[in-house]
């Protein structure tokens, strides 16, 4: 019997109660590269043994000793040789109420790398390497009692069948596996989650917790509307359809999660490519409005569709045109759309450099044409990027450009923007802070920047007549703002009364439909001749 344990293919060791090794054989000592002397003696502990689920093999052992079990197995990791071995714990009596435990163990890692070669076989797509439906529909179930809210995305690639028929299978096959690589790039923390769920169709679960909102999903979703795929020498595009389910509303495991999406698949292609459709009602008024807006966005930067209104301000005194503001809008089709209806949406989204550059070019030529100052409104975003002040400096030195800002902004970095405002005075330009009152109204910090113009915010101005609090308010800040030697501007003034106020008060400038709206162009020149310069 001692012969047979010793020459055993087995990994045989005999423990005592406290895992020291009392006894290994042959197997053990050529699997370890040691001698038995080198062995015997040491706790179980010097080879660093990992459960399956990946906690330590020794307390484990303990516990199970403490318990008085009858038999423990598992499969083991020995980080040492790199090794995963199916081992068996048994306890035997030896006399006394001495107990001592038989370890057996077998060398399984060959039979893992085949099993895992079979899983990818199985479970896996063996064109694109991504998991196909079955395992897909495995992965996900698995990670599903994990997540607290998720999406499940089906992309479809729109006219495939064109692709194939015109470049060839091989090439329509090489597409295929670059989209899987771009899936993969685009989502690197779904990367185990993408699949190819049919011939031209692929899959990904994305977790909520990845992304801010439902903009953040969209904006990343909507760089898969069109793929660019390299073949050759040749650029292929290549449009999408995409169908969105919503974890757990819309269902409770991938099959219910799957069939919704491809439902709202089925709907985004009735729209043409590119389109993408959310399953969840509750979700779709709120993920229509963003997709449209980006589609409008795309569009108007695309057609240039964005133009200028103008909208003057006066002199408080005698009411002679002082300057314009430049205030964006989308025109197509006859049809108006207001800033508010975009602005947020365009600052936040990956359009905002492209509309930057046609706002450096539209104001270029407007400031040749119009003889009066501009004043053009910036986000944040673009003023806390210096690549974008270095362009407006080079742009606009020296001529008559205004930039107006929100008073947060400012806030955010006082020691950025006073550098900024320094050198945008420096070159020429002024400097005005836009809705003045309505973000930190931290008056204190007006002593470090050293702006041209406060604007007071309208939702101040129309207080002024029958609000105390607001005229005092108002008066205070036009008083300061006056001591520091910054000017004041009065926005949406609509009155004669409020007007007497803010003559009274000694604001500088005056703005608002009292006076004049917003115009385009052609308008603003023929009631006010006086602007036209040089023609365009």
């Known amino acids: 019997m001692s012969q047979a344990l010793l020459k055993s293919p087995a990994a045989v060791m005999i423990l005592d109660e406290k895992g020291k090794i009392v006894f290994c054989n042959e197997t053990v000592l050529r699997g370890c590269g040691m001698s038995f002397d080198e062995i015997v003696g040491q706790s179980i502990e010097m080879f660093g043994f990992k459960l399956s689920d990946g906690s330590d093999f020794y307390p484990v052992f303990l516990k199970f000793v403490s318990q008085e079990g009858d038999k423990f197995e598992d499969v083991l990791f020995c980080p040492i040789r790199k090794r995963y071995i199916e081992m068996k714990v048994y306890p035997i009596e030896v006399g006394g109420g001495v107990r001592r435990f038989i370890f057996l163990g077998r060398n399984v890692s060959e039979q893992r790398k085949l099993i895992a070669k079979l899983k990818r076989v199985i479970l896996g797509d063996p064109l694109t390497g991504l998991l196909n439906v079955e395992g897909f529909e495995k992965e996900v179930n698995k990670i599903l009692g994990e997540v607290v809210e998720g999406f499940l995305v089906v992309i479809d690639i729109f006219n495939f069948t064109y692709i194939n028929r015109t470049y060839g299978f091989e090439v329509g096959n090489r597409v295929l596996k670059e989209i899987g690589k771009v899936l993969q790039g685009i989502f690197p923390g779904s990367k185990d989650l993408i699949a190819r769920l049919g011939a031209d169709e692929f899959g990904c679960f994305l977790r909520k917790e990845d992304y801010e909102d439902v903009r953040g999903l969209i904006d990343k979703l909507s760089l898969l509307r069109e793929i660019k795929v390299k073949i050759d020498e040749e650029e292929v595009v290549v449009a999408t359809n995409m169908g969105i389910s919503y974890y757990p509303r819309d269902g409770r495991d991938v099959k219910d999660l799957l069939e919704k999406a491809s439902l709202a698949l089925s709907e985004a292609k009735r729209g043409g490519a590119g389109e993408l459709s959310f399953f969840a009602s509750y979700m779709e008024l709120k993920a229509q409005k963003i997709i449209s807006l980006d589609q409008l966005l795309e569009k108007a930067l695309e057609n240039r569709w964005f133009v200028f209104y103008y909208q003057p301000y006066f002199r408080a005194e005698d009411l002679s045109l002082a300057g314009i503001e430049a205030l964006v809008r989308i025109k197509v089709d006859g049809k108006i759309y207001n800033p508010s209806e975009f602005i947020d949406y365009l600052e936040r989204s990956r359009f905002l450099p492209k509309f930057e550059e046609w706002m450096f070019e539209e104001i270029e030529k407007k400031v040749r ?111 300061l703002a006056k001591r520091l030697g910054i000017e004041s501007l009065a926005e949406g003034v609509e ?30 020149l023929l009631k006010y001749p006086q602007l036209a310069g040089v023609a365009e």
């Open 369 to 479: 044409r119009f003889r009066v100052p501009i004043s053009v409104n910036i986000s944040g975003r673009s003023f806390s990027k210096k690549g974008f002040v270095e362009r407006f400096l080079n742009k606009f030195s020296g001529k008559m450009v205004n930039l107006e800002i929100t008073e947060r902004v400012f806030i955010e970095d006082v020691g950025y923007a006073s550098e900024v405002i320094r050198r945008m005075r420096e070159k020429g330009i002024g400097v005005l802070i836009d809705d003045f009152g309505t973000g930190y109204c931290a008056l204190s910090y007006l002593r470090d920047l050293p702006v041209d113009v406060i604007k007071v915010d309208r939702s101040f101005i129309q207080g002024v007549v029958e609000n105390k609090r607001d005229k005092d308010l108002v008066e205070v800040i036009v008083l």
């Open 495 to 524: 009155t004669e009364e409020q007007l007497a106020i803010i003559r009274k008060l000694e604001f500088n400038y005056v703005q608002g439909f009292l006076f004049e709206k917003p115009l385009p162009e052609e308008e603003l």
